[in-house]
């Protein structure tokens, strides 16, 4: 049974820093792009760190660049997502996916169609 594991979630204030792990069971993360997204209330889920299977190569939305960080575990079937100083509008509910459509190239997939694996998400709440 393949499955996305995703924890590391919770309540913290502005500043704050939370990593989330992404634990995959049932295949291998190491030959499939992995991406986190987020989806707040309202709003339509937005790619918000990428990381493709060849060569680590990574996207990051351009409000978290320099604050989250990607990356990856082979040997621990794990994908992370290290978030530091955390904003208000960061408060969403965070999931990872998992794509092998693009093989082994440099192609970094960021839009939530191409991805088809899904875990079931966990919540980040940044507030004071």
């Known amino acids: 049974q393949v499955q996305l594991v995703e924890s590391g979630g919770g309540l913290v204030q502005p500043g704050g820093s939370l990593t989330l792990s992404c634990v995959a069971s049932g295949f291998s993360l190491e030959h499939y792009a992995v991406g986190w997204f987020r989806q707040a209330p309202g709003k339509e889920r937005e790619g918000v760190s990428c990381?493709?299977?060849?060569?680590?190569?990574?996207y990051s939305l351009g409000s978290v660049k320099g604050r989250f960080t990607i990356s990856r575990d082979n040997a621990q079937n794990t994908v992370y997502l290290q978030m530091n100083s955390l904003k208000p509008e960061d408060t969403a509910a965070y999931y990872c996916?998992?794509?092998?459509?693009?093989?082994?190239?440099?192609?970094?997939?960021?839009?939530?169609?191409?991805?088809?694996?899904w875990g079931q998400g966990t919540q980040v709440t940044v507030s004071s």
């Open positions: 996916a998992a794509s092998n459509r693009y093989g082994a190239t440099p192609y970094v997939p960021i839009l939530p169609q191409e991805y088809d694996s």
């Open positions: 990381i493709n299977s060849l060569d680590g190569r990574t």
